[in-house]
């Protein structure tokens, strides 16, 4: 059995009120979304400020320091502690980081929202991903997927300016379901949440609201996610990652309606979903 780490349960608010005029003068009150500061310290050391919405803190910092390669176990993790009246969250492993100067002196800048940011080189462990050659996702469950995401309580219906993540499992079944002020945080709190419930991915579809960066994708396969969804786009860098990795990518989920560039493979297509408008689904290459 794996050793959990010690959490606090500091979930804040994710919506603030403010009093707005409208184009007639008239006031009244709407709900924006939060965005806060987290200033996270590893072992007393100052690594990294996040803007959250600060919903899921702890499984952000947990999925951050994983997907940054930077701690190998959720073992090795003692606890993480978050603390909002400073707006920062104390990280106690039990061994230290080994060469974290090293390790954290170079930084790429990614395109995530909010700027992400990503310690190392951004495609050295690309080569290394390997995801599960026996996934496969049947159309349906795509179809299953996009209307759970319609009809999802969020709060981008609430307020919008956010970005939303999921987690599947192979069923379509929704497994955890992370908004925050940029896509990379939410995927890091999926990631995070996987980490302590010792979820592996190599069945399980990651959906996003946001466009599927390289960063993006290589989350994904750092995750073991075979599949990766979005009602959005993706660029060229991402489809590039997506090809090396043999990850599927399906872009502009919408209603039965999808694109998908790369693992045809994966996909098991069932032309009777859509009967004569089967012929309306785009494939790009492979």
Same mark, same amino acid.
């Given at each position: 059995?794996?050793?959990?780490?010690?959490?606090?349960?500091?979930?804040?608010?994710?919506?603030?009120?403010?009093?707005?005029?409208d184009?007639?003068?008239?006031?009244?009150?709407?709900?924006?979304?939060?965005?806060?500061?987290?200033?996270?310290?590893?072992?007393?050391?100052?690594?990294?400020?996040?803007?959250?919405?600060?919903?899921a803190?702890?499984?952000?910092?947990?999925?951050y320091?994983?997907?940054?390669?930077?701690?190998?176990?959720?073992e090795?993790?003692?606890?993480?502690?978050?603390?909002?009246?400073?707006?920062?969250?104390?990280?106690?492993?039990?061994?230290?980081?080994?060469?974290?100067?090293?390790?954290?002196?170079?930084?790429?800048?990614t395109?995530?929202?909010?700027?992400?940011?990503?310690?190392?080189?951004?495609?050295?462990?690309?080569?290394?991903?390997?995801?599960?050659?026996?996934?496969?996702?049947?159309?349906?469950?795509?179809?299953?997927?996009v209307?759970?995401?319609?009809t999802?309580?969020?709060?981008?219906?609430?307020?919008?300016?956010?970005?939303?993540c999921?987690l599947?499992?192979?069923?379509g079944?929704?497994?955890?379901?992370?908004?925050?002020?940029?896509?990379?945080?939410?995927?890091?709190?999926?990631?995070?949440?996987?980490?302590?419930?010792?979820i592996?991915?190599?069945?399980?579809?990651f959906?996003?609201?946001?466009?599927l960066?390289?960063?993006?994708?290589i989350?994904?396969?750092? #995750?073991g996610?075979?599949?990766?969804?979005?009602?959005?786009?993706?660029?060229?860098?991402?489809?590039?990652?997506a090809?090396? #990795?043999?990850?599927?990518?399906?872009?502009?989920?919408?209603?039965?309606?999808?694109?998908?560039?790369?693992?045809?493979?994966?996909?098991?297509?069932?032309?009777?979903?859509?009967?004569?408008?089967?012929?309306?689904?785009?494939?790009?290459?492979?």
């Amino acid at each position: 059995m794996k050793i959990r780490p010690i959490l606090s349960n500091a979930a804040a608010e994710l919506m603030h009120d403010v009093e707005v005029m409208d184009e007639r003068g008239r006031l009244k009150t709407i709900a924006i979304p939060a965005e806060r500061p987290l200033t996270m310290y590893v072992d007393k050391r100052e690594l990294v400020t996040l803007m959250t919405l600060g919903g899921a803190p702890e499984a952000l910092t947990l999925g951050y320091l994983r997907n940054q390669r930077l701690v190998k176990s959720i073992e090795d993790i003692a606890s993480v502690q978050v603390d909002w009246e400073v707006d920062a969250v104390a990280v106690t492993t039990r061994h230290g980081i080994a060469d974290i100067e090293e390790r954290t002196s170079k930084k790429v800048v990614t395109t995530g929202c909010g700027q992400g940011s990503v310690f190392g080189g951004l495609m050295d462990e690309v080569d290394s991903i390997v995801l599960s050659p026996d996934a496969r996702l049947k159309q349906s469950v795509v179809c299953k997927i996009v209307d759970t995401i319609h009809t999802q309580q969020s709060t981008y219906k609430q307020t919008g300016s956010v970005h939303g993540c999921a987690l599947f499992a192979a069923d379509g079944e929704l497994v955890y379901f992370i908004e925050d002020v940029g896509r990379h945080n939410a995927v890091d709190a999926i990631a995070g949440k996987m980490w302590l419930d010792a979820i592996s991915g190599e069945d399980k579809i990651f959906y996003s609201t946001g466009r599927l960066t390289s960063e993006m994708v290589i989350k994904g396969g750092q #995750m073991g996610i075979p599949f990766l969804l979005s009602r959005s786009g993706t660029t060229q860098m991402g489809h590039m990652v997506a090809e090396r #990795m043999g990850m599927s990518l399906l872009t502009r989920c919408s209603g039965k309606h999808f694109l998908l560039l790369t693992g045809k493979e994966r996909l098991q297509f069932e032309p009777q979903l859509l009967g004569t408008i089967f012929q309306n689904v785009e494939m790009l290459g492979y």
